[in-house]
């Protein structure tokens, strides 16, 4: 794959469904999705799970528990296979051409 898109997630129940559909629906599709979620206590979780079972591109972990922000975005990189990698926060809205139009020419 080209990309690996990287979401960094503690207790986003309110936003991520918006996120993860902006992601996945990008015109570019050669691209993996690398959630991890910094032990939430709200749904965040379960949503993230439900989405990953609905799409191969998707690689969900949960951390036992809160291992801080910056532990959380280093584990998100390391997992990532891609020859290029993006930062999505767990509200962050993608335009549908966003990743096509980060590897234009």
């Not at 570019?28 to 191969?56: H, M, Q």
Request: proline letters at 2%.
């Amino acid at each position: 794959m080209k990309i690996s898109v990287g979401v960094p997630v503690y207790n986003e129940e309110r936003y991520i469904r918006e996120t993860l559909d902006s992601i996945l629906n990008q015109s570019f599709t050669d691209f993996e999705l690398i959630i991890s979620d910094n032990a939430s206590t709200d749904a965040s979780g379960e949503i993230c799970r439900g989405y990953a079972g609905r799409d191969k591109r998707i690689r969900y972990y949960r951390q036992e528990r809160n291992i801080g922000q910056t532990l959380n975005l280093n584990f998100v990189f390391m997992q990532s296979q891609g020859m290029y990698f993006k930062w999505c926060g767990g509200h962050d809205v993608l335009h549908p051409d966003c990743l096509s139009h980060l590897l234009a020419e």
